[in-house]
T-cell receptor
């Protein structure tokens, strides 16, 4: 089974802090994604990466950056956390050619 | 218009009932289709992929209707443990382009 692991299940940070969310997958998948999920808004794509050191903006990249130094690891960085970034963050990985997304167990981030 | 649309429900059904959800998609070039299950405050988990000829996994049956651009999920003999939100996910063929329905909430009552 594909395993996608997010480093923290729950996180509480203060406004202005720099926040790192880590995601590791063990299936050698090329593609990795960061989504956030909010009630009434569904899942929205923040960033994705299709290879080491490659990244593309998704639909809502503002206030976020990403890093992919190794194939198995994709990090999401909140440069200066704000209260409107309180959300459930979901990492996913995917192999091309019609395979499904595999999600990590999510990080529920609260910014106070 | 949203790329993928689902009835948000909730669908309230008794144990043992058969329930069906539909999901419509707008782009006829869509190539891959999936149903995910999401429990409250948890991550989405793949329930099943949807194949052109339809497919079944135990009590769950998924079907694709390309002409009318919808996919369906049928759950037979509902269990209390089936209570969850069911997400429809569509991929347009580009590796980054997954579109999500808003989810259909199912409550199975004793």
């Amino acid at each position: 089974d594909v395993k996608v692991t997010q480093s923290s299940r729950y996180l509480v940070k203060r406004t202005g802090e720099k926040v790192f969310l880590e995601c590791v997958q063990d299936m050698d998948h090329e593609n990795m994604f960061w989504y956030r999920q909010d009630p009434g808004l569904g899942l929205r794509l923040i960033y994705f990466s299709y290879d080491v050191k490659m990244k593309e903006k998704g639909d809502i990249p503002e206030g976020y950056s990403v890093s992919r130094e190794k194939k198995e690891r994709f990090s999401l960085i909140l440069e200066s956390a704000s209260t409107n970034q309180t959300s459930m963050y979901l990492c996913a990985s995917h192999n091309p050619h019609r395979s499904p997304l595999h999600f990590g167990n999510g990080t529920r981030l609260t910014v106070t | 218009r949203k790329e993928v649309e689902q009835d948000p429900g909730p669908f309230n059904v008794p144990e043992g009932a058969t329930v069906a959800f539909n999901c419509t998609y707008s782009n006829s070039a869509s190539q891959s289709f999936f149903w995910y299950r999401q429990d409250c405050r948890k991550e989405p988990k793949l329930l099943m992929s949807v194949y052109s000829s339809g497919n079944e996994d135990g009590r769950f049956t998924a079907q694709l209707n390309r002409a009318s651009q919808y996919i369906s999920l049928l759950i037979r003999d509902s269990k209390l443990s089936d209570s969850a939100t069911y997400l429809c996910v569509v991929n347009m063929g580009n590796f980054n382009k997954f579109y999500f329905g808003s989810g259909t909430k199912l409550n199975v009552k004793p």
